[in-house]
């Protein structure tokens, strides 16, 4: 039974989704999340290679959110072509995340990814450690960081556990 871990909508709150870009490390990439006038949001932005950059992300605190490692994300999208991560966290304290990367098509279409074929990684590095494991979730988030200059929108309408 699929459940609905955000639903982007009007009357959605994305107060508390966090931007976190490059800029952290002296980037200059900037992004921002929205809702959009079709009641989706769209996490969008530029990103830019100067001073060692190269990523915009955003991420949300789902609170504790108990998962087995055989369930799958689903999250209804329309991207731009490009490629992104999906990204989540089993304790929001850790350093690392286990992250997917999904390619977006320009239609709306909905991304099925495996918690269990989620891998971890830090700073852009894959750690040796085993695969997403875990009993919960407490971070979903989206990056983007192609190693190229660009300008980036993809726009949500939900993301869901089944």
Do not use: C, H
């Not at 709306?108 to 074929?117: R, Y």
């Not at 494991?133 to 556990?161: H, M, P, R, S």
């Amino acid at each position: 039974m699929e459940t609905i871990l955000f639903d982007f909508s009007e009357k959605a709150d994305v107060s508390d989704w966090q931007i976190v870009n490059d800029n952290v490390m002296g980037g200059r990439s900037n992004s921002k999340l929205l809702i959009n006038d079709a009641g989706n949001g769209v996490f969008t932005g530029t990103i830019s290679l100067e001073n060692n950059g190269g990523f915009a992300s955003t991420r949300y605190n789902t609170g504790t959110y108990p998962v087995l490692p055989n369930q799958t994300i689903k999250i209804r999208l329309k991207g731009d072509g490009q490629r992104y991560q999906f990204r989540v966290k089993n304790d929001k304290r850790a350093y690392w995340s286990y992250i997917q990367y999904f390619d977006t098509s320009g239609d709306w279409e909905t991304v099925t990814i495996a918690l269990g074929a989620m891998y971890p990684t830090y700073r852009g590095r894959r750690l040796e450690a085993p695969n997403f494991a875990e009993n919960q979730i407490e971070e979903l988030g989206f990056l983007i960081g192609n190693k190229k200059e660009a300008t980036f929108a993809l726009e949500i309408d939900y993301v869901a556990i089944d």
